[in-house]
Protein backbone atom coordinates (compact mmCIF):
# COMPACT_ATOMS: atom_id res chain seq x y z
CA UNK A 1 0.00 0.00 0.00
CA UNK A 2 3.05 2.25 0.64
CA UNK A 3 4.01 2.44 -3.55
CA UNK A 4 0.93 4.04 -4.72
CA UNK A 5 1.16 6.32 -1.93
CA UNK A 6 4.50 7.36 -3.03
CA UNK A 7 3.89 7.00 -6.29
CA UNK A 8 1.05 9.98 -5.82
CA UNK A 9 3.51 11.76 -3.38
CA UNK A 10 5.75 11.94 -5.87
CA UNK A 11 3.57 13.06 -8.38
CA UNK A 12 2.20 15.71 -6.39
CA UNK A 13 5.22 17.04 -5.84
CA UNK A 14 6.56 17.55 -9.41
CA UNK A 15 3.17 18.85 -10.59
CA UNK A 16 3.85 21.50 -7.38
CA UNK A 17 7.64 21.96 -8.58
CA UNK A 18 6.77 22.37 -12.27
CA UNK A 19 3.73 24.66 -10.93
CA UNK A 20 6.13 26.70 -9.02
CA UNK A 21 9.14 26.62 -11.60
CA UNK A 22 6.30 27.76 -14.06
CA UNK A 23 5.40 30.55 -12.29
CA UNK A 24 9.37 31.54 -11.35
CA UNK A 25 9.55 32.14 -15.48
CA UNK A 26 6.15 33.76 -15.22
CA UNK A 27 7.63 36.40 -12.37
CA UNK A 28 11.26 36.95 -14.20
CA UNK A 29 8.88 37.30 -17.35
CA UNK A 30 6.90 39.89 -15.81
CA UNK A 31 10.31 42.02 -14.20
CA UNK A 32 10.81 42.73 -18.91
CA UNK A 33 7.51 43.33 -19.79
CA UNK A 34 7.25 46.86 -21.31
CA UNK A 35 5.47 49.40 -23.22
CA UNK A 36 7.36 51.05 -26.59
CA UNK A 37 7.96 54.28 -26.57
CA UNK A 38 5.54 55.72 -29.73
CA UNK A 39 1.80 55.59 -28.22
CA UNK A 40 -1.45 57.98 -29.41
CA UNK A 41 -3.71 59.38 -26.94
CA UNK A 42 -7.50 58.93 -26.67
CA UNK A 43 -8.72 61.61 -24.70
CA UNK A 44 -12.39 63.19 -24.58
CA UNK A 45 -15.87 63.34 -23.04
CA UNK A 46 -18.13 61.50 -21.38
CA UNK A 47 -21.87 61.85 -19.83
CA UNK A 48 -22.66 62.27 -16.11
CA UNK A 49 -22.42 58.51 -14.40
CA UNK A 50 -20.89 57.01 -17.87
CA UNK A 51 -17.10 55.56 -17.95
CA UNK A 52 -15.06 53.81 -20.59
CA UNK A 53 -12.99 50.68 -20.44
CA UNK A 54 -10.21 51.11 -23.39
CA UNK A 55 -8.23 47.33 -23.68
CA UNK A 56 -5.68 47.57 -26.55
CA UNK A 57 -4.54 43.98 -27.99
CA UNK A 58 -1.60 43.67 -29.52
CA UNK A 59 -0.68 40.89 -32.02
CA UNK A 60 2.55 38.82 -31.49
CA UNK A 61 5.24 39.46 -34.23
CA UNK A 62 6.58 36.19 -33.90
CA UNK A 63 4.81 33.18 -32.41
CA UNK A 64 7.88 30.62 -31.82
CA UNK A 65 9.31 33.68 -28.99
CA UNK A 66 5.70 34.36 -27.77
CA UNK A 67 4.74 30.89 -26.47
CA UNK A 68 3.50 30.29 -22.79
CA UNK A 69 3.23 26.69 -21.71
CA UNK A 70 -0.77 25.91 -20.78
CA UNK A 71 -0.29 24.44 -17.44
CA UNK A 72 -2.08 21.32 -16.62
CA UNK A 73 -2.38 20.73 -20.09
CA UNK A 74 -0.06 19.52 -22.20
CA UNK A 75 1.55 21.64 -25.00
CA UNK A 76 2.05 25.54 -25.38
CA UNK A 77 0.01 28.43 -26.63
CA UNK A 78 1.04 32.25 -28.04
CA UNK A 79 1.20 34.94 -25.72
CA UNK A 80 -2.21 37.22 -25.40
CA UNK A 81 -1.15 40.53 -24.85
CA UNK A 82 -3.65 42.97 -23.46
CA UNK A 83 -3.76 46.81 -21.43
CA UNK A 84 -6.53 47.46 -20.01
CA UNK A 85 -7.22 50.76 -19.16
CA UNK A 86 -10.35 52.54 -17.16
CA UNK A 87 -12.08 56.04 -16.50
CA UNK A 88 -13.68 57.26 -13.70
CA UNK A 89 -17.24 57.23 -13.06
CA UNK A 90 -18.59 60.28 -12.12
CA UNK A 91 -21.87 61.94 -11.02
CA UNK A 92 -20.90 65.14 -13.55
CA UNK A 93 -19.87 65.05 -17.03
CA UNK A 94 -15.78 64.83 -17.00
CA UNK A 95 -12.86 65.12 -19.57
CA UNK A 96 -10.75 61.91 -19.76
CA UNK A 97 -7.46 61.17 -21.62
CA UNK A 98 -5.33 57.57 -22.35
CA UNK A 99 -2.04 56.87 -23.72
CA UNK A 100 -2.39 53.80 -25.42
CA UNK A 101 1.04 52.32 -26.33
CA UNK A 102 1.68 51.26 -30.15
CA UNK A 103 4.02 48.09 -29.40
CA UNK A 104 4.36 45.74 -26.29
CA UNK A 105 7.22 43.46 -25.06
CA UNK A 106 7.45 40.50 -23.03
CA UNK A 107 11.22 39.24 -22.79
CA UNK A 108 12.40 38.71 -26.62
CA UNK A 109 8.23 38.31 -27.33
CA UNK A 110 7.38 42.11 -29.30
CA UNK A 111 3.93 42.55 -30.21
CA UNK A 112 1.86 45.19 -32.41
CA UNK A 113 -1.33 46.99 -31.80
CA UNK A 114 -3.88 45.79 -33.74
CA UNK A 115 -7.23 46.74 -31.78
CA UNK A 116 -8.70 49.15 -29.23
CA UNK A 117 -11.67 47.64 -28.14
CA UNK A 118 -14.06 50.57 -26.27
CA UNK A 119 -16.28 49.70 -23.69
CA UNK A 120 -18.69 52.43 -23.14
CA UNK A 121 -20.65 52.29 -19.23
CA UNK A 122 -23.82 53.66 -18.00
CA UNK A 123 -25.53 53.89 -14.53
CA UNK A 124 -29.26 54.74 -14.50
CA UNK A 125 -29.53 53.75 -10.72
CA UNK A 126 -28.14 53.07 -7.56
CA UNK A 127 -28.54 49.24 -7.93
CA UNK A 128 -25.42 47.63 -9.11
CA UNK A 129 -27.41 45.71 -11.36
CA UNK A 130 -28.87 49.35 -13.08
CA UNK A 131 -26.25 49.32 -15.54
CA UNK A 132 -25.45 48.45 -19.10
CA UNK A 133 -22.48 48.85 -21.67
CA UNK A 134 -22.25 48.85 -24.82
CA UNK A 135 -19.36 48.14 -27.09
CA UNK A 136 -17.09 49.43 -30.07
CA UNK A 137 -13.33 49.87 -31.05
CA UNK A 138 -10.69 51.48 -33.31
CA UNK A 139 -9.50 49.28 -35.36
CA UNK A 140 -5.21 49.39 -36.34
CA UNK A 141 -3.82 48.39 -39.70
CA UNK A 142 -0.29 48.43 -41.06
CA UNK A 143 -1.50 51.76 -42.67
CA UNK A 144 -4.31 53.81 -43.40
CA UNK A 145 -7.18 52.12 -45.33
CA UNK A 146 -8.16 54.68 -48.38
CA UNK A 147 -11.11 55.82 -47.33
CA UNK A 148 -10.91 56.33 -43.95
CA UNK A 149 -10.64 59.71 -42.12
CA UNK A 150 -7.31 61.49 -42.10
CA UNK A 151 -5.82 63.39 -39.06
CA UNK A 152 -6.07 67.09 -38.78
CA UNK A 153 -3.77 69.73 -39.27
CA UNK A 154 -3.22 69.72 -35.59
CA UNK A 155 -2.87 65.65 -35.26
CA UNK A 156 -6.29 64.97 -34.18
CA UNK A 157 -9.16 63.14 -34.44
CA UNK A 158 -13.02 63.53 -33.66
CA UNK A 159 -14.77 61.06 -33.38
CA UNK A 160 -18.51 61.24 -31.80
CA UNK A 161 -20.63 58.66 -30.10
CA UNK A 162 -24.32 58.76 -28.59
CA UNK A 163 -25.61 56.69 -26.65
CA UNK A 164 -29.71 56.02 -25.41
CA UNK A 165 -31.26 54.29 -23.54
CA UNK A 166 -34.03 51.77 -24.14
CA UNK A 167 -36.01 50.24 -21.47
CA UNK A 168 -38.33 47.08 -20.74
CA UNK A 169 -39.37 45.09 -17.80
CA UNK A 170 -36.61 42.92 -16.41
CA UNK A 171 -37.43 39.29 -16.64
CA UNK A 172 -34.97 38.71 -13.83
CA UNK A 173 -34.96 41.74 -11.43
CA UNK A 174 -39.49 42.18 -12.21
CA UNK A 175 -39.21 45.74 -12.81
CA UNK A 176 -38.26 48.47 -15.04
CA UNK A 177 -34.59 48.32 -16.73
CA UNK A 178 -32.89 49.29 -19.50
CA UNK A 179 -30.20 48.52 -22.04
CA UNK A 180 -27.69 50.88 -23.69
CA UNK A 181 -27.29 51.52 -27.03
CA UNK A 182 -24.24 53.57 -28.80
CA UNK A 183 -23.46 54.07 -32.49
CA UNK A 184 -22.09 56.93 -34.25
CA UNK A 185 -23.89 59.87 -35.36
CA UNK A 186 -22.72 63.01 -38.05
CA UNK A 187 -20.85 66.16 -37.64
CA UNK A 188 -24.13 67.50 -36.76
CA UNK A 189 -24.91 64.61 -33.93
CA UNK A 190 -27.73 63.35 -36.45
CA UNK A 191 -28.55 59.67 -37.15
CA UNK A 192 -31.19 57.68 -38.69
CA UNK A 193 -34.48 56.72 -36.51
CA UNK A 194 -34.30 52.99 -37.47
CA UNK A 195 -31.40 51.46 -35.39
CA UNK A 196 -30.20 48.66 -37.51
CA UNK A 197 -29.05 51.80 -39.86
CA UNK A 198 -27.05 53.50 -37.72
CA UNK A 199 -23.15 53.35 -37.81
CA UNK A 200 -21.26 51.29 -35.31
CA UNK A 201 -19.19 53.55 -32.58
CA UNK A 202 -15.16 53.23 -34.09
CA UNK A 203 -12.89 53.85 -37.09
CA UNK A 204 -10.21 52.24 -38.65
CA UNK A 205 -6.73 54.04 -38.88
CA UNK A 206 -2.88 53.36 -40.01
CA UNK A 207 -0.59 52.33 -37.31
CA UNK A 208 2.31 54.27 -39.18
CA UNK A 209 0.59 56.93 -38.78
CA UNK A 210 -0.65 57.14 -35.50
CA UNK A 211 2.45 58.04 -33.19
CA UNK A 212 1.94 61.61 -31.21
CA UNK A 213 -1.56 61.63 -32.27
CA UNK A 214 -4.87 62.51 -30.41
CA UNK A 215 -8.39 60.60 -31.17
CA UNK A 216 -10.67 62.59 -29.41
CA UNK A 217 -14.00 61.01 -28.13
CA UNK A 218 -17.06 62.45 -27.03
CA UNK A 219 -19.20 60.57 -25.78
CA UNK A 220 -23.07 62.01 -25.48
CA UNK A 221 -26.25 60.68 -23.84
CA UNK A 222 -29.23 61.06 -26.00
CA UNK A 223 -32.10 63.05 -24.02
CA UNK A 224 -34.36 60.82 -26.11
CA UNK A 225 -35.32 56.98 -25.17
CA UNK A 226 -37.21 54.12 -26.22
CA UNK A 227 -38.53 50.46 -25.38
CA UNK A 228 -36.26 47.75 -25.88
CA UNK A 229 -38.73 46.00 -28.34
CA UNK A 230 -41.27 47.12 -31.43
CA UNK A 231 -45.12 47.07 -30.04
CA UNK A 232 -44.42 46.65 -26.32
CA UNK A 233 -45.20 50.05 -25.01
CA UNK A 234 -47.19 52.52 -26.09
CA UNK A 235 -47.04 55.81 -26.28
CA UNK A 236 -49.36 58.48 -25.02
CA UNK A 237 -49.75 61.49 -24.43
CA UNK A 238 -49.04 60.93 -20.63
CA UNK A 239 -46.55 58.67 -21.28
CA UNK A 240 -44.87 55.43 -22.44
CA UNK A 241 -47.67 52.55 -21.18
CA UNK A 242 -46.73 48.78 -21.64
CA UNK A 243 -48.90 46.09 -22.84
CA UNK A 244 -49.93 42.83 -22.05
CA UNK A 245 -48.57 40.38 -25.28
CA UNK A 246 -50.31 38.63 -27.10
CA UNK A 247 -51.35 34.84 -26.64
CA UNK A 248 -49.10 32.05 -27.30
CA UNK A 249 -46.17 33.87 -26.40
CA UNK A 250 -45.49 36.39 -28.56
CA UNK A 251 -43.94 39.74 -27.24
CA UNK A 252 -45.96 42.33 -29.52
CA UNK A 253 -48.97 44.12 -27.92
CA UNK A 254 -52.79 42.78 -27.81
CA UNK A 255 -55.25 44.69 -29.94
CA UNK A 256 -56.55 46.59 -28.75
CA UNK A 257 -53.91 47.18 -26.13
CA UNK A 258 -54.63 45.80 -22.68
CA UNK A 259 -52.10 47.97 -20.47
CA UNK A 260 -50.68 46.64 -17.40
CA UNK A 261 -48.28 47.84 -14.15
CA UNK A 262 -44.59 47.53 -13.83
CA UNK A 263 -42.49 48.23 -10.43
CA UNK A 264 -39.36 50.84 -10.65
CA UNK A 265 -37.40 52.05 -7.59
CA UNK A 266 -39.77 50.31 -5.74
CA UNK A 267 -43.16 51.93 -6.57
CA UNK A 268 -45.60 50.62 -8.77
CA UNK A 269 -46.05 52.55 -11.65
CA UNK A 270 -48.32 52.69 -15.26
CA UNK A 271 -46.59 54.91 -16.93
CA UNK A 272 -43.36 56.03 -17.50
CA UNK A 273 -40.99 57.86 -17.03
CA UNK A 274 -43.38 60.06 -14.06
CA UNK A 275 -44.15 56.59 -12.79
CA UNK A 276 -48.02 58.11 -11.98
CA UNK A 277 -50.22 59.41 -14.96
Known sequence: MKLPLLLCLSTLT???????????????LSLTERSGREYFTLAGKLPANFKLQASAQYGVLDEEKCQVRNFGVSGTSTRTMVIQQNTALKDHPHSFSLKIPLTHHVGLCDSELYRVALYVTGHYGEE???????????AVLDTRPEHAPMF????SMELRGMCMWMFQVSRVYLQLSKLLHCSQPDENWSQDHDLSKRRGLGVTLGRDELAGKTVKLEIREDPQERPSHRNTWIQLPEGWKPCEPKPGGWMSCQDPPIFKTFEMNGQECTVYPNCTE
Do not use: P, V
Open 152 to 155: DSDG
Open 14 to 28: LTACSFAGHMAKEGA
Open 128 to 138: SWQQDRHGGGI
